[in-house]
T-cell receptor, first 111, second 114 residues
Framework: SQQGEEDPQALSIQEGENATMNCSYK?????LQWYRQNSGRGLVHLIL?????REKHSGRLRVTLDTSKKSSSLLITASRAADTASYFC???????????FGRGTSLIVHP | DGGITQSPKYLFRKEGQNVTLSCEQN?????MYWYRQDPGQGLRLIYY???????QKGDIAEGYSVSREKKESFPLTVTSAQKNPTAFYLC?????????????FGPGTRLLVL
């Protein structure tokens, strides 16, 4: 399967700042999901955005999807130290039922 | 509490030994998955099962085997043929197969080679 590419690989910010991470892919997709992983733990689902949607919100999270550019972004507003984690995008490429995961962005939020 | 459990949390394998990682879910999900996670490489799919008594190879199945005799259980065996087994192993499930579903993950098992 083809992995997504996430950018940046690592991000270090101060509490209260916004954090933006991006995910690019190469094929057409059915949907794209964002997951969070705390160190040494399993992944937790954050948001799913379908290919016909452009933006979704969940609390302090905002996800956008630009299918023409084959990219998605995850914005975390007013970040907290507890947001420190790795964030992964995952997508269903057209015709596949198996999610493909990106390599992840490691976010550190300093108190 | 519904969820996925994995055991053990840490597992040590000796040269030439087969080891089995447990994955159990009480979510009544049909589909289950095993992923391997290495630093900087994200998740790679080892095996998946759409339904009981069925399973399919993923991207990196060589050196691994699975069974799906019960809906709630999907154990992974790391065989001696897997030459580089040190990794973090994650089990996941989805409500059904063929839908655009959220994956629910277990807490993971870290496998180390002695």
């Amino acid at each position: 399967s083809q992995q997504g590419e996430e950018d940046p690989q690592a991000l270090s910010i101060q509490e209260g700042e916004n954090a933006t991470m991006n995910c690019s892919y190469k094929t057409s997709i059915n949907n794209l999901q964002w997951y969070r992983q705390n160190s040494g733990r399993g992944l937790v689902h954050l948001i799913l955005i379908r290919s016909n949607e452009r933006e979704k919100h969940s609390g302090r999270l905002r996800v956008t999807l630009d299918t023409s550019k084959k990219s998605s972004s995850l914005l975390i507003t007013a970040s907290r130290a507890a947001d420190t984690a790795s964030y992964f995008c995952a997508f269903l490429a057209g015709g596949s039922y198996i999610p493909t995961f990106g390599r992840g962005t490691s976010l550190i939020v300093h108190p | 509490d519904g969820g996925i459990t994995q055991s053990p949390k840490y597992l040590f394998r000796k040269e030439g030994q087969n080891v089995t990682l447990s994955c159990e879910q009480n979510l009544n999900h049909d589909a289950m998955y095993w992923y391997r996670q290495d630093p900087g490489q994200g998740l790679r799919l080892i095996y998946y099962s759409q339904i009981v008594n069925d399973f399919q190879k993923g991207d990196i199945a060589e050196g691994y085997s699975v069974s799906r005799e019960k809906k709630e259980s999907f154990p992974l065996t790391v065989t001696s043929a897997q030459k580089n087994p040190t990794a973090f192993y994650l089990c996941a499930s989805t409500r059904s197969w063929g839908f655009q579903e959220t994956q629910y993950f277990g807490p993971g098992t870290r496998l180390l080679v002695l």
